[in-house]
């Protein structure tokens, strides 16, 4: 079992960035999958980022490509996703989220989630 603890989130102009951090406990870091999901208000969840476990492959939605960046440290315990050249379309809750096993596609199915953490882009 995977634990997820998100960090970094807060309110920033348009155009400004922001980090969002993820520190996972309870299990070996580098046998998951991680993503980043986002639930803004009276809309369903929706992936924004994945990573494999090796940070080997990494896959984005559209809406983020060119704009936003996942990476990880297996040393740490982290993933972290840069948001640049933030929108007020990008407020949402960030989820981070952990899938055990191999990763080599868009579609990411996590088998746990963490609490989330608010980011709010404002205009």
Request: net charge positive.
């Amino acid at each position: 079992q995977v634990q997820l603890v998100e960090s970094g989130g807060g309110l920033v102009q348009a155009g400004g960035s922001l980090r969002v951090s993820c520190v996972a406990s309870g299990d070996t870091f580098s046998s998951y999958a991680m993503g980043w999901f986002r639930q803004a208000p009276g809309k369903e969840r929706e992936f924004v980022a994945g990573i494999s476990w090796s940070g080997g492959h990494r896959y984005y939605a559209d809406s983020v490509k060119g704009r936003f960046t996942i990476s990880r440290d297996n040393a740490k315990n982290t993933v972290v996703l840069q948001m640049n050249s933030l929108k007020p379309e990008d407020t949402a809750v960030y989820y981070c989220a952990a899938r055990r096993g191999s990763y080599s596609s868009g579609s990411f199915y996590p088998d746990y989630w963490g609490q989330g953490t608010q980011v709010t882009v404002s205009s």
